[in-house]
């Protein structure tokens, strides 16, 4: 028995609350299930990571776990006052202040009063109106292909997992990934849609479909894994 693990063991009697005790970043506890997944299953400790949509660096973050105990990954975030909390916060990480779609562009990217809602969708826009939210700004933004940024940031491997919460892009975004080369071995991805709260299965199908399977859903999001990985 190690002495790490004597530690352990004698911390857990003495201090058991503290000892067994989860912090979870995530909005409804996703990060604590990735990382159970990354341990148990697929036996990777220190996962990497791209996080599309970031927002910041702690609060509802699906990657902030990993970065506290080790991991490093990328983060993309386009609003450039959760970009800076982010830069301050996640030094060890890439943090890039661009937007990503399947080509290279400059699109308006719409800054909503609540920022967890900010897209670069218009349509997603109308929506939040009829809900009572407004656009603060619109800003012009570069966005680049998801394939650029892993081969200029990530040496052309694509890290562990994916995290994606893009507000109106997600299903263009996982349309540009190449799953027969070069793709996450885990994807987190925001599936209930938030102006009409029904769950967007094209999503799922179209993972299924390319050899991934639902290992888990928290309503709002949905955690997918490549098949074959836990079948090894």
Do not use: W
Not at 31 to 37: A, E, T, V, W
Not at 120 to 129: A, D, H, Q, R
Not at 149 to 175: C, Q
Request: hydrophobic letters at 35%; proline letters at 3%; one cysteine or more.
């Amino acid at each position: 028995m190690s002495l790490i693990h004597k530690i352990n063991r004698f911390l857990s009697k003495i201090f058991p609350r503290i000892a067994y005790k989860q912090i979870s970043y995530s909005q409804c506890g996703e990060d604590l299930i990735i990382k159970f997944l990354f341990k148990n299953y697929l036996k990777i400790k220190n996962p990497s990571y791209i996080d599309i949509g970031a927002h910041l660096p702690f609060r509802y973050s699906n990657t902030a776990i990993f970065y506290a105990s080790g991991s490093r990954g990328i983060n993309i975030e386009p609003d450039m006052f959760l970009f800076e909390k982010l830069k301050k916060s996640r030094k060890k990480d890439i943090n890039l202040n661009i937007g990503i779609s399947d080509k290279q562009e400059t699109l308006d990217f719409y800054i909503i009063n609540n920022r967890t809602l900010n897209t670069f969708s218009l349509k997603e826009t109308k929506n939040y109106k009829k809900q009572g939210y407004h656009i603060k700004e619109i800003k012009q933004i570069k966005v680049e292909p998801l394939g650029y940024v892993i081969e200029r940031y990530a040496n052309n491997i694509f890290p562990d997992f994916l995290s994606l919460d893009a507000e109106g892009t997600d299903e263009i975004i996982l349309k540009s990934i190449d799953y027969d080369c070069n793709y996450p071995k885990v994807i987190c991805v925001e599936t209930l849609d938030f102006s009409t709260q029904i769950k967007r299965v094209e999503m799922c199908d179209f993972l299924e479909s390319k050899g991934y399977i639902k290992y888990a859903d928290t309503h709002i999001n949905s955690i997918m894994v490549r098949k074959e990985l836990l079948s090894l």
